[in-house]
């Protein structure tokens, strides 16, 4: 396989050849800049001349074989494989796909971004071409897509085969809908499918279905005297339109005008390069740095589940070939003009304290502040969590750190609304920060946030502006069981007190008290102890 290595040096920036990320020690460029698409395979590497470990970029064009000067629907043409599958199944599916060909033009429009890097990927593996043309049939080739068994991405990787396939999962990003990273994964699941069964329809099936759901359909016509093929297995009935599917994109894809479908030009270079940098960077920033609408750049994109870039994962930002030596360009100017490319940091969630507090020092609404952390309405952060807020324009900033435990949830317990009021309170003598916080039932650092102060000591005289909420005696609990204390008190007693809200007596039931209470006090009257003792008490008196 040979790699295609494209010098290039700006302000610490440079370009290889490699699949993966770079490794210490990747030979740098030369300090003349070239156009990142001008060499040829087989371009040797420049002298080393090592990035700022200030601001270090990678760009990388993934590797290919030896480019063909075809365009990418010939090379998938050249590629095919697999023998063809005939059946009625196929013939409903074809029928099916080109009952609407302006749909499946979108679709293959869409395709474009993204197949030249497949293709160039399963010819470098020698494997059938047909499964190049899979996420027609997975996903129509939306990277975002997201089935309700959670599979997701342009190979519909459910969680557990994607941890399996090294896909990471985390808060920061899902590998799953990345364009590079869940194509290697797919392609190394079909080699080990391939090794198991033999049959590239069979490593299909079990793509759809599971390998051992396969496994055990073929044991089960191996044991009935049954031939064993895809064709004659019993499956579902979407495993079983599975294969048919794919064999009818096949037929449009070789064929297309006989179909009516008109596929778009695809060219036979590259449309995208992975760019590496070891500094956060906001998704809009880098958007805008490429000259690129947000949502197409999410389109290369869509792994990102933050809208920050997180450098300490050394995470590839996927920018179409064409914009790169723009994108090199802008990033230079932005950093020359002292403008950060990234605006988020993480704060540590501390105890008393509120979201409403962190939106309020941080420029943020409560509700934005939940969106981007992704915290559910009835859910409250726990303590010691790190959240992503905005950075303060005027503090420093430090990179982030990811991990995968970034926050923690707890249940939201039933409260009543809080409404909040601004305060401007004048510092008195003898005042601490924290009693003036405790007054009125704030944080001691949300005044110091608020405010803007260095540290906690206050001078007399000082105004502070205090956003406290405005306690609101909701369903007073508090009441209502005193009450029902009162009443129960009063029964057991016979006391003269108000019934408990909303207890209802009738008429009736209170004459049946009464009646009750009569007969249990002159049965107390005429009680045999107590005429014992009072003729006692006759006898000793006389």
Aim: contains cysteine; aromatic residues 8%.
């Amino acid at each position: 396989m040979k790699l295609r290595l494209i010098p290039l040096f700006l302000i610490g920036i440079y370009a290889t050849g490699s699949l993966a990320a770079p490794a210490a020690g990747v030979p740098a460029a030369s300090d003349k800049a070239l156009p990142v698409l001008a060499s040829v395979p087989g371009t040797p590497a420049a002298a080393a001349a090592p990035a700022p470990a200030a601001d270090r970029i990678t760009a990388v064009i993934t590797a290919e074989l030896p480019a063909p000067n075809i365009d990418v629907w010939t090379r998938i043409r050249n590629g095919f494989k697999i023998p063809t599958l005939e059946s009625a199944r196929v013939e409903t599916q074809v029928a099916a796909i080109s009952r609407h060909p302006e749909s499946f033009a979108k679709t293959a429009t869409r395709a474009g971004m993204y197949l030249y890097h497949i293709v160039g990927q399963v010819e470098a593996r020698g494997m059938p071409m047909e499964l190049a043309l899979l996420p027609f049939v997975e996903s129509s080739f939306r990277p975002n897509a997201l089935s309700s068994a959670k599979a997701s991405g342009l190979w519909q990787f459910i969680p557990s085969t994607g941890t399996t396939y090294s896909l990471n999962q985390n808060l920061w990003k899902d590998e799953r809908r990345d364009v590079v990273e869940s194509t290697r994964a797919a392609l190394d699941y079909f080699q080990k499918l391939y090794a198991q069964f033999g049959d590239w329809q069979l490593a299909l099936a079990a793509y759809n279905w599971g390998e051992g759901n396969v496994q055990k359909a073929i044991d089960r016509n191996a044991q009935a005297g049954l031939p064993t093929d895809y064709s004659h297995l019993r499956m579902p009935l979407e495993t079983a339109n599975y294969v048919p599917r794919l064999e009818a994109v096949k037929r449009i894809i070789q064929n297309p005008s006989a179909y009516g479908v008109t596929l778009p030009d695809i060219g036979s270079e590259p449309y995208f390069v992975q760019v590496f940098r070891d500094k956060d960077i906001d998704v809009k920033t880098a958007a805008r740095l490429a000259n690129m609408k947000l949502d197409d750049f999410k389109l290369l994109n869509p792994s990102f589940n933050k809208p920050v870039i997180v450098g300490a994962h050394n995470t590839a930002m996927l920018i179409p070939a064409d914009n790169l030596d723009e994108f090199m360009e802008n990033l230079a100017l932005w950093r020359s003009n002292g403008k950060r490319v990234s605006a988020w940091k993480t704060h540590r969630f501390q105890k008393g304290e509120t979201l409403a507090d962190i939106a309020l020092g941080t420029g943020m609404s409560e509700e934005e502040l939940r969106e981007v952390n992704r915290i559910p309405g009835n859910r409250q952060v726990a303590d010691n969590s790190l959240l992503l807020v905005r950075a303060d324009a005027e503090s420093p900033r430090e990179e982030i750190q990811g991990g995968n435990d970034f926050f923690r949830l707890e249940p939201v317990p039933s409260v009543p609304k809080i409404r909040y009021r601004q305060i401007r309170y004048r510092v008195r003598k003898g005042d601490t920060l924290e009693e003036i916080a405790d007054r009125l039932n704030v944080t001691p650092r949300s005044i110091i946030v608020t405010n803007r102060l260095r540290n906690s000591r206050l001078r007399r005289g000082m105004t502070l502006i205090v956003t406290a909420p405005v306690i609101q005696r909701a369903p007073d609990m508090e009441r209502v069981n005193s009450e029902r204390i009162i009443y129960r008190t009063a029964r057991r007693y016979r006391l003269n007190a108000m019934p408990r809200k909303g207890a209802k007596q009738s008429s009736r039931r209170t004459a049946r008290s009464r009646k009750a209470s009569s007969a249990k006090s002159s049965c107390a009257k005429s009680s045999p102890r107590k005429t014992v003792r009072r003729k006692n008490a006759r006898s000793l008196s006389n």
